[in-house]
């Protein structure tokens, strides 16, 4: 099954390898779950994704290429872009990358 196609993300600590908390397909994060866990998502889906411009494209082109996650204010360089909340790339973005940004990491579920 693609990610594309999950009905819904399970997220789990890294550190725990438990599932901590629940994303939509439309990007919401569900209110239950760990509190702490939940409260950290949700400030990280509001904020901004820098990443390079070839991150964006074609998934299947991306399989088994390194992901860089950069604060925007740090970043002036050709070859980027900026992902924002509520664009249509940005979940798959997110997801992708939340290992890189955080200690959790995101599972589709059927």
């Known amino acids: 099954m693609r990610e594309t196609e999950a009905k819904s993300y399970a997220i789990h600590d890294l550190k725990t390898g438990q599932a901590v908390a629940l994303i939509s397909a439309d990007g919401s ?58 664009e249509p790339a940005f979940l798959q973005a997110f997801l992708r990358r939340l290992p890189y940004i955080s200690y959790f990491e995101a599972h589709p579920l059927q």
């Open 29 to 86: 994060v569900q209110d239950e779950g760990d509190p702490q866990a939940v409260a950290t998502l949700k400030a990280l889906m509001r904020r901004d994704l820098v990443v390079r411009e070839s991150q964006s494209g074609n998934e299947e082109e991306e399989e088994g290429e390194e992901y860089d996650a950069f604060p925007e204010e740090n970043m002036c360089y050709f070859g980027v872009i900026t992902l924002r909340p509520g």
